[in-house]
């Protein structure tokens, strides 16, 4: 079974920066895409991110263009979220996902692994 573990999350104000990072293991770990999610309390779990196992083609809400940037080092199987310019939107859990064989997937149902999720707090 693949396990993904996040790490990063914290408490920051406005204005602020925060690197997430999603280590994946298992037994294979060749040509899967990444994704990040986020899911606010009361509200649905939203698209935040992707990249391709290439790492050539990227996909990002358009809340967070401009100031998030998806990356993923394979030699390490981590994806990892450069959160920039930091809002109070911004604050909930993050998740990450994982799946083989998809390009560049942008919905939650297109994925088949997710790690435990990692909170973020914006403070105003």
């Known amino acids: 079974q693949v396990q993904l573990i996040e790490s990063g999350g914290g408490l920051v104000q406005t204005g602020g920066s925060l690197r997430l990072s999603c280590a994946a293991s298992g037994r294979t770990t060749s040509s899967y895409a990444m994704g990040w999610f986020r899911q606010a309390p009361g509200k649905e779990r939203e698209f935040v991110s992707a990249?391709?196992?290439?790492?050539?083609?990227?996909s990002y809400a358009d809340s967070v263009k401009g100031r998030f940037t998806i990356s993923r080092d394979n030699a390490k199987n981590t994806v990892y979220l450069q959160m920039n310019s930091l809002k109070p939107e911004d604050t909930a859990v993050y998740y990450c996902?994982?799946?083989?064989?998809?390009?560049?997937?942008?919905?939650?149902?297109?994925?088949?692994?997710w790690g435990q999720g990692t909170q973020v707090t914006v403070s105003s």
């Open positions: 990249i391709s196992w290439s790492g050539r083609l990227t």
């Open positions: 996902a994982l799946v083989y064989g998809v390009t560049l997937p942008t919905r939650s149902y297109e994925y088949d692994y």
